[in-house]
């Protein structure tokens, strides 16, 4: 039924609209990049990052959308659409399998990228529009949440262009290329050259064509692992001041990490067996690199920090901690930092040191864990320490963070993901 809208749409008038309105967003944002580290940076209306979401969710159906159409368009059918798990996320996804039925590659590398011209058609939409709102009626919410929804909306279509996981930039890449199984006959190559050099044995390339297939293999592995640890990191700090659910959260992601790990390593083993590799060298190197994680983590020290909220009353300022936190490392003159913290940014608002010997149960706000600005009304129950402060700071809640030293691997990798259960 939309055959007729698409074809109207599928000319260069519409390309030169579109190219606009992604190039045109780019300078909007520029321009409103004080607004937008404002609003990065500090805790939101509970309406906002609901408008946000819904915004995103819209246009991810859009996306896909957008995969179809093109699809449509070359006269090939989309057979479905619906909801998946990706790493560990839900996802849409749109089947353009009959893309592989068209004649031409080019035709199957647009319908790949259809679906990023569409985001960031979106994505430009919406900051120039952003522009436009702030300019008649100054900063407001609604600002603050179009210019988060575009920035992220475009930071998704970059990603979705990176062609080192199964998203939109790799489908079109192996569409150009006219190899089917890029990345996993590309991971195949790199498995088999670090296997060559670890345990010896013959080997022979997937993809003895591409000069680039074993490097591109290495990143095709590394990336998605880059991708959960940049996660972990963003927001490791929300999500473990949170208790036991955040705890579970992390724990999970920490998981998929491992599991990865674990898988690689068997595969890397699996394809020196069937290389003819002798088993004593196998072993020989098996042992060498379990030995050398061990060595790693009990030698390499990391600063352990207990991740907390403060509150502040009446001009006293308290630490407060959920009840998976490891209040054992908090001592009587103990150094913490204060921040205020955003969807993305934090920023430091003061320093305190621990002015009590033994933690208080009391409650506090959500709001010292998670920044969005209703949190006040969803107490939570805590444990919590009076702080001494040269100068209190002007939010009424946010994050903090406790200086508790370092600890050798091994242990940081306990206290952080594995003890919070038993507390």
């Known amino acids: 039924r939309l055959v007729p809208l698409i074809r109207l749409l599928?000319?260069?008038?519409?390309?030169?609209?579109?190219?606009?309105?992604v190039l045109g967003g780019l300078p909007a944002l520029t321009v409103q990049a004080p607004a937008l580290s404002q609003a990065l940076g500090q805790p939101l209306p509970f309406a906002?990052?609901?408008?946000?979401?819904?915004?995103?969710?819209?246009?991810?159906?859009?996306?896909?959308?957008?995969?179809?159409?093109?699809?449509?368009?070359?006269?090939?059918?989309?057979?479905?659409?619906?909801?998946?798990?990706?790493?560990?996320?839900?996802?849409?996804?749109?089947?353009?399998?009959?893309?592989?039925?068209?004649?031409?590659?080019?035709?199957?590398?647009?319908?790949?990228?259809?679906?990023?011209?569409?985001q960031t058609v979106?994505?430009?939409?919406?900051?120039?529009?952003?522009?436009?709102?702030?300019?008649?009626?100054?900063?407001?919410?609604?600002?603050?949440?179009?210019?988060?929804?575009?920035?992220?909306?475009?930071?998704?279509?970059?990603?979705?262009?990176?062609?080192?996981?199964?998203?939109?930039?790799?489908?079109?890449?192996?569409?150009?290329?006219?190899?089917?199984?890029?990345?996993?006959?590309?991971?195949?190559?790199?498995?088999?050259?670090?296997?060559?050099?670890?345990?010896?044995g013959r080997y022979s390339r997937e993809l003895p064509q591409l000069t680039w297939a074993v490097p591109f293999g290495f990143a095709?592995?590394?990336?998605?692992?880059?991708?959960?640890?940049?996660?972990?990191?963003?927001?490791?700090?929300?999500?473990?001041?949170?208790?036991?659910?955040?705890?579970?959260?992390?724990?999970a992601a920490i998981s998929y990490l491992m599991y990865h790990a674990w898988n690689g390593g068997e595969r890397l083993l699996r394809e020196a067996r069937r290389a003819g590799a002798g088993r004593l060298r196998i072993a020989f190197a098996s042992v060498l690199a379990v030995a050398g994680v061990a060595a790693a983590l009990v030698f390499v020290r990391l600063p352990y920090t207990v991740?907390?909220?403060?509150?502040q009353e009446g001009g006293q300022v308290r630490l407060v901690l959920a009840d998976t936190a490891d209040t054992d490392a908090v001592a009587r003159g103990s150094q913490v930092r204060l921040e205020r913290r955003g969807l993305v940014i934090g920023t430091d608002v003061g320093t305190g040191v621990v002015a009590v010997d033994r933690a208080t149960r009391g409650t506090a706000p959500l709001s010292a864990f998670v920044p969005f600005r209703e949190g006040d009304h969803f107490p939570m129950e805590v444990s919590g320490f009076a702080l001494r402060t040269d100068k209190a700071?002007?939010?009424?809640?946010?994050?903090?963070?406790v200086d508790a030293g370092s600890r050798p691997a091994w242990e940081w990798l306990y206290l952080k993901y594995v003890s919070p259960y038993g507390r």
């Open 122 to 200: 979106v994505a430009g939409t919406v900051s120039l529009a952003a522009l436009v709102l702030s300019t008649v009626n100054g900063p407001s919410p609604l600002h603050d949440g179009m210019l988060i929804f575009g920035v992220s909306t475009y930071l998704t279509g970059v990603l979705n262009f990176v062609p080192l996981v199964k998203l939109d930039g790799y489908l079109a890449l192996m569409s150009h290329l006219d190899i089917p199984h890029l990345r996993d006959r590309s991971m195949t190559d790199a498995r088999r050259f670090l296997a060559r050099i670890l345990f010896g």
């Open 220 to 251: 095709c592995m590394l990336f998605p692992l880059y991708l959960v640890a940049v996660a972990i990191g963003l927001w490791s700090d929300v999500v473990q001041s949170l208790g036991l659910v955040g705890a579970a959260v992390m724990a």
């Open 10 to 21: 599928a000319n260069r008038v519409a390309a030169v609209v579109a190219g606009m309105l």
């Open 48 to 118: 906002v990052l609901l408008g946000v979401m819904t915004a995103t969710i819209v246009t991810t159906a859009l996306h896909e959308m957008g995969h179809g159409a093109v699809l449509a368009h070359y006269g090939g059918r989309p057979s479905r659409m619906g909801v998946m798990l990706f790493y560990m996320s839900p996802a849409f996804f749109c089947d353009v399998s009959d893309g592989w039925r068209l004649p031409h590659k080019e035709q199957r590398t647009r319908v790949a990228l259809a679906g990023i011209v569409t």
């Open 307 to 311: 991740v907390g909220g403060f509150v």
């Open 393 to 401: 700071p002007a939010e009424r809640a946010g994050l903090a963070y």
